[in-house]
């Protein structure tokens, strides 16, 4: 049974940092592409960033790039998202989410081709 738990969400004030992590079990991160969403009130869904844990490959939408930095803990089997400089638009529920398929890790694709999905983590801006 593969579930991914993401943590580390909270409130803090513009210009702030936040570590979100998700940490799989019954799962390894293992040439797979893991993704970051956030999805705000009355939005859609939307990528944040993504990275292949085979060889550590990242992609950051164009909002968060400079800011956000996906990284992986083989050890701990955990991908992390440390934002930086955050800003009140960055105010959303944070989502990870896995996929088996590598050809996922093109780009940032949208979140219909992830196959596992966290409970997701509040993260608010003021």
């Known amino acids: 049974h593969v579930q991914l738990v993401e943590s580390g969400g909270g409130s803090v004030q513009a210009g702030g940092s936040l570590t979100l992590a998700c940490t799989a079990s019954?799962?390894?991160?293992?040439?797979?592409?893991v993704g970051w969403f956030r999805q705000a009130p009355g939005k859609e869904r939307e990528g944040v960033a993504r990275i292949y844990t085979g060889s550590g490959n990242t992609y950051y939408a164009d909002s968060v790039e400079g800011r956000f930095t996906i990284s992986q803990d083989n050890a701990k089997n955990t991908v992390y998202l440390q934002m930086n400089s955050l800003k009140p638009e960055d105010t959303a529920m944070y989502y990870c989410?896995?996929?088996?398929?590598?050809?996922?890790?093109?780009?940032?694709?949208?979140?219909?081709?992830?196959?596992?999905w966290g409970q997701g983590t509040q993260v608010t801006v003021s």
């Open positions: 989410a896995a996929a088996l398929a590598t050809w996922v890790c093109v780009g940032l694709r949208g979140p219909s081709v992830y196959s596992y």
């Open positions: 019954g799962y390894t991160y293992r040439r797979n592409c």
